[in-house]
């Protein structure tokens, strides 16, 4: 049923008297909606003796009480009326859970967007290092760019726009040079034995001194007073003479590592 009959005697319809009463309080369609819950269109078709748009009679019941509180009206005598026009039992299922339902279904869950999206972006970052420092060539400024992910805490402290310095490696020191070097200073040779390493080399005060990959068969010597930092990315391809002391291997072949040196034995420690 859509339109309600019109009432025998002279009271004004459920709608109308509906529509009255909202009107003396003062109220717009709009602000009755906001305050019941009850969808504005819904309003309007029941302002007009429409009631189709209510899906059923326990529906439109229940839209009767909570419109006819809201503009100051007994609810009662108006369901009653209602109930006499349309026929049926007043007997409902409890109306609170069918205004719960309209709110939940007009408030759909969005998807996590953003975690999808910070979850793929980390996998590409992950992925596009790993292929740039095994598929570099010699000497390329890329495989700075691209390192291992083990050590992308260090550069990420760097701004996108600061150039990587790659100055040409120092001239090969002879063992002899090393072990002549001064004991209150500290001095690191790395030699790149058989394959090529990115390293990371910076003095006691945070300062580059190196970052780039150093070819397979050349050395590079760095000293400072203090203390030299040292990132290596394929420490078994890196034999490191300290101090006038071989030390050997950095690591194992790929694995990215981390060292510091300080004046004195190396091995004292």
Same mark, same amino acid.
């Given at each position: 049923?859509?339109?309600?009959?019109?009432?025998?005697?002279?009271?004004?319809?459920?709608?109308?008297?509906?529509?009255?009463?909202?009107?003396?309080?003062?109220?717009?369609?709009?602000?009755?909606?906001?305050?019941?819950?009850?969808?504005?269109?819904?309003?309007?078709?029941?302002?007009?003796?429409?009631?189709?748009?209510?899906?059923?009679?326990?529906?439109?019941?229940?839209?009767?009480?909570?419109?006819?509180?809201?503009?100051?009206?007994?609810?009662?005598?108006?369901?009653?009326?209602?109930?006499?026009?349309?026929?049926?039992?007043?007997?409902?299922?409890?109306?609170?859970?069918?205004?719960?339902?309209?709110?939940?279904?007009?408030?759909?869950?969005?998807?996590?967007?953003?975690?999808?999206? #910070?979850?793929?972006?980390? &996998? %590409?970052?992950? =992925? +596009?290092?790993?292929?740039?420092?095994?598929?570099?060539? /010699?000497?390329? @400024?890329?495989?700075?760019?691209?390192?291992?992910?083990?050590?992308?805490?260090?550069?990420?402290?760097?701004?996108?726009?600061?150039?990587?310095?790659?100055?040409?490696?120092?001239?090969?020191?002879?063992?002899?040079?090393?072990?002549?070097?001064?004991?209150?200073?500290?001095?690191?040779?790395?030699?790149?034995?058989?394959?090529?390493?990115?390293?990371?080399?910076?003095?006691?005060?945070?300062?580059?001194?190196?970052?780039?990959?150093?070819?397979?068969?050349?050395?590079?010597?760095?000293?400072?007073?203090?203390?030299?930092?040292?990132? #290596?990315?394929?420490?078994? &391809? %890196?034999?490191? =003479? +300290?101090?006038?002391?071989?030390?050997?291997?950095?690591? /194992?072949?790929? @694995?990215?590592?981390?060292?510091?040196?300080?004046?004195?034995?190396?091995?004292?420690?």
């Amino acid at each position: 049923m859509s339109i309600g009959n019109p009432p025998s005697d002279d009271r004004p319809t459920v709608g109308r008297a509906l529509a009255q009463a909202r009107l003396d309080a003062g109220l717009t369609v709009d602000e009755v909606s906001s305050s019941t819950r009850v969808r504005a269109p819904i309003v309007h078709a029941i302002e007009q003796d429409d009631f189709s748009r209510c899906g059923g009679d326990v529906y439109a019941r229940g839209h009767i009480r909570t419109i006819a509180r809201a503009v100051g009206l007994d609810p009662e005598p108006l369901v009653e009326q209602y109930s006499a026009e349309h026929g049926g039992s007043q007997a409902a299922r409890p109306v609170a859970p069918v205004y719960e339902a309209e709110r939940i279904r007009s408030e759909p869950r969005r998807p996590n967007w953003t975690a999808a999206m #910070v979850a793929a972006i980390v &996998a %590409v970052v992950g =992925f +596009v290092g790993f292929t740039i420092f095994n598929g570099g060539s /010699d000497g390329d @400024q890329q495989a700075v760019a691209g390192k291992p992910s083990a050590v992308a805490s260090a550069s990420t402290k760097s701004s996108p726009s600061q150039k990587t310095t790659s100055p040409d490696p120092t001239p090969e020191q002879s063992d002899s040079a090393i072990a002549a070097a001064p004991a209150d200073k500290v001095t690191v040779k790395l030699s790149a034995e058989g394959s090529k390493s990115w390293i990371s080399v910076t003095d006691s005060n945070g300062r580059s001194l190196y970052q780039n990959t150093l070819p397979a068969g050349q050395s590079m010597t760095f000293t400072d007073e203090k203390k030299i930092n040292l990132i #290596v990315g394929n420490a078994g &391809a %890196v034999t490191l =003479f +300290v101090n006038g002391k071989d030390l050997g291997p950095a690591g /194992d072949p790929g @694995q990215v590592v981390r060292l510091n040196f300080t004046p004195g034995d190396p091995e004292a420690g």
